[in-house]
Structures are given as structure tokens and as C-alpha cells.
């Protein structure tokens, strides 16, 4: 594939910050793709290119400008050869010359392309261009925000509610646990992330909640996402509702929320360089609930595969932007499977319209997807894309 247009410009995320949207062209086929953002990202997480003043025109030019220069009319036979080709351009181990949102939104974008050449739907391709078995994803709906997201109204930064089965009947139960949820909660901010931000004066109160919620309905658990690195208190532990917490600590209270609460998966229960800690609490939660990294392991097949010399987790979030290709982000899925663990994909708590993080979710067989709460339309529309998937492959 030749590619004979290459254009980019900056579009508002949900959080009113510029990010990257790309368009590419070859013959009459035309994808765009844009680029999500976090907040409470891992130091080892790909760079995102951001302009003093936090925009983003430098990613943008470095798009229509040295990448479109190096990439137009060049034959491509896949969208990894072009992948490839981008990584190889920028040179650096985080592609922090080009920027990790100016790559990806190219990636997408030819990803799409390449389907779209192909015939056939987004999340096959990613199948095939995976070697993995499709299916539905778990639905991590993220129904309480809580830290960095919500301006630490609760310590934990997403309390999530696990929804099993087929896309349809797992969203409809979501959907009623949401709204049940939010008339007992009543008046309260929503999060980053699509979800209510309420504010407890305990650690249980939160978990409370959520197992009312699993009592009502079948195939649900509870999930957190602790997103630890920002509970740092600079003295070497935790800080969480105003008190202070040694790993050793943290870790029985963890023990004790699974001995409470029907869980599912702790993301990120202690500071990203912590393994030893991440090792002991997998140990002590083995066959109970999985352990999740996430700013730990940042999308990068190397920091998986050293997670797996250290036993350290048994779940890992993949997330494409942590990484800044698609190839890459494929490879950590698949460094991921190849521990025996399970691949959870997720969207950032920036967000926009694209939804590709669906179809790979999807096309990769995740465990789970983490899109949000049910609150944002960008969130939303990450489920209504699974729903259509789940038409298109019958
Ligand atoms: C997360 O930490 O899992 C998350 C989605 O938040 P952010 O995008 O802010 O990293
Ligand atoms: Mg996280």
C-alpha cells in the first residue's frame, strides 16, 4: 500500500487537552485516528510529545512533516512493515524524538487502512495480524473514580465493576447497576473517567457498595485499579485517607479487602518499580484474585517478560499509547499470553471518539476491557463499538 495523503491537527480529549488526530490516504481509502491521553501515567511509559505550553503542534508537525516526507508513496506490504519503518525512524527507546502520539496515530490510522484494504472488519485484522482468538472481552466498568481522577475525593483511583458474558447482556446488567448506583449515591461530581466521584470517610465504604451491587446480579465481581504510584508519599510508603502505609501494610489490607469482597483484580497495588512487593502479593493472592500491572509494566514486552522472571503479577493492562505503536502494543498481548496471564486492554482517562481500543480488545481475545463509566459519551461509545462487533461476528 502506497499511502498519497498524510494529515494530522489537534482535537480536544475529554479533559479539554489538545491530542493528535491523524487521516491517511492511499487511492480512494481514507482512516483517521486519534490518540488518548492519561494522567496517572508510569515513568517508563513510551513519551508522549507535549509543547511547553502542553499542546501538541510539534507531534502534529512532526506527522505532516518528517514522517509524511519518510512515509508517502513508499509501498508498504503490511501495517507492521509500516510500523516497523516509524520506530525504526524516531530512533529512540521512547519515542520521545517523533513522540509516542505522533507514531500511534499513524499506526491506527494504517491499521485501519490495511483492513479496510483487506475487506474486512478492524478487530479480524488485529486477529489475524495477532495470531489470536477473537471474543468478547470482559466489561471493566469503572462505576466509582476515585484519586488522581477525581482530586482524591477516595484514595483508590478506579473502583470497577466486572461484567461477564456476551457484550449485550453484560452492558444491560452494567447499565442497571450504574443507574441503581447512582440514585443511591445521589448529587455527586463525575470522575475523568465517566464515573461518580463520591467522597467516604473509609477504605470499605466503596467496596460496600459494589458488593450490593455483585449480590443483585450474576456474573459480576468487583475490580480496583489502586493506581498506587500516586499514593507515594515520599518517605517510602503510601498515604491513603490521611494515614500512612508501609508496603508490608498495604499488602494485608489488600488481603483482607479479597477475605471481604467478592474481587476480580487489584491493577497497580503498589509504586511501579516495586516487583518484590507485586511479587508477594501475587503469592498471597494466587487462585483468588488476579494481580494487574499497569504503570508496572506499561505496555512494553520487556518489562512483562522481566514481571514473568519475578513472578511479580498474573494480569497486565495493555494500553497501545504506553507503548506508541500497534505492533508493539500486539506484542505485549502476546509476551502477555505467553506467561499464561491474562490481557486486560484499556482506554485512557483522556479520551476521544475513536474506539479502536474495541476492536483490539476484541480482535486480541482480551480477558477484559477497561473503557470507562457509563457517565461519558467517549467512554459510551467504546461499548456501542463492541455491540456492533458483536454483530458483525455472528
Ligand atoms: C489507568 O491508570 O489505568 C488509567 C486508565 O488512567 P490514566 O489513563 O490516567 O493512566
Ligand atoms: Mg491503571
Redesign the pocket.
Known sequence: MKLDRIEARNIPDTRGKPTVEVTLHADELSATASVPS????GSHEAKELRDADGGVETAVANVTGEIAREIALRDFASADELDTFLIALDNTPDKSRLGANAILGVSIAAQRLFAQEAGVPLWKAIAERAKTAPGAPRLYVNVINGG??ADFRLPF??YILVCEGKTSSALATARAAFEKLGAELGDVPMGD?GGYSPTFDTLEKPFELLAALVAEHSGTSIAI?A?ANELRNGRGEYTLLGKDYTAAELTSIYGSIVERFPMHSI??PFSEDATQDFARLTDALRGKCLVVG??FTVTNPERIEAAREAGAITAV?I?PNQIGSVKEAIEAVQATHAAGWAAIC?????ETDDTFISDFAYGVGAHGI?AGGLGQKQRLEKYERLLEIEKEAV
Open positions: 492519561g494522567k496517572s501515567t488522581v481522577h483511583q478506579e473517567e485499579d493506581a491493577e497497580d499497569d504503570d493492562l494500553k484499556s482506554h485512557r482517562s483522556g477497561k
